[in-house]
């Protein structure tokens, strides 16, 4: 463990976040290098550490994406990042802990960058068609409630484009090709952790309504053609909605309704 890089310091975070930080980001730990903070803060969530502490890493040799994919996580260019949640919520709503996340980081990025970003459903951050930034959700549950929830962020801050994985080159971005400036991670990990703070609160006092509300807003899947792969299946249509659990209600060709609970979302031309 160690306590800062050139633009990412745990020292600064922990200065520039309110004295009274609410229940994210109380307790702050940065490494170096992990092979994936959602990994780190699951054991340490199951060992009972406190409701919004936070992981940190510069680095993650074994990062991980939805659907079992991996997240390629070199370091001193992106931002990842976990925290743990105890939310009183039942498990069939744990989707909506992913769609209070994207609607966070989409407001901190476009705070800080003024990028203007948007969500694919579930949890994509869309810069100029092309993906910024990711969330990972993962839960552990009681048979009636969620004993805790690991929410894992991943953007793509600093690299160029010849600095992306080749593999993703021309599906991907990062916020200093679509600014062409580089920019402090430190600042976008304090942005991020204030506005999870803010719409976590937002969810356990308000409930679910503004979470789906201001999702659908900033959704760039709404309205739109799209294909989902799920599982061995594969739809067509036009994605119309999301329900009150967050699965997006798909129309089909027939004029029937599908409802995605998850998989893959690519919107057609």
């Avoid at 922990?14 to 609410?22: F, V």
């Amino acid at each position: 463990m160690k306590s800062k890089t050139p633009d990412l310091s745990a020292e600064e975070i922990i200065n520039l976040l309110p004295s009274e930080p609410g229940i994210i980001g109380k307790k702050i730990f940065f490494f170096d290098s992990l092979v994936s903070t959602n990994t780190l803060a699951m054991e340490l969530a199951s060992n009972g550490c406190e409701e919004g502490t936070v992981i940190i890493s510069d680095e993650q040799t074994g990062g991980k994406g939805r659907l079992g994919r991996s997240w390629v996580s070199p370091p001193q260019k992106n931002l990842y990042l976990s925290m743990v949640l105890r939310p009183h919520i039942p498990p069939r709503d744990a989707a909506i802990l992913t769609l209070m996340s994207a609607v966070a980081c989409t407001h901190a990025v476009k705070n800080v960058s003024g990028i203007p970003v948007s969500i694919k459903w579930p949890n994509d951050m869309i810069v100029s068609n092309k993906k910024l930034g990711g969330i990972l959700t993962e839960v552990k549950t009681d048979r009636d409630s969620i004993n805790h929830a690991i929410i894992g962020v991943g953007i793509n801050i600093n690299p160029d484009i010849s600095e992306l994985d080749e593999n993703i080159r021309t599906i991907a971005t990062s916020v200093m090709i679509e600014t062409g400036t580089r920019h402090s991670r430190t600042l976008f990990a304090v942005e991020i952790l204030k506005e999870i703070n803010k719409w976590y609160k937002t969810l356990i006092g308000k409930g679910k309504k503004p979470i789906l509300a201001e999702w659908l807003r900033l959704s760039s899947t709404i309205g739109r053609t799209v294909q989902v792969h799920e599982a061995k299946n594969k739809f067509t249509g036009i994605a119309e909605g999301i329900d009150n659990e967050g699965m997006l209600i798909l129309k089909l060709g027939n004029g029937s309704h599908k409802k995605i609970c998850t998989g893959d979302v690519t919107i057609l031309p």
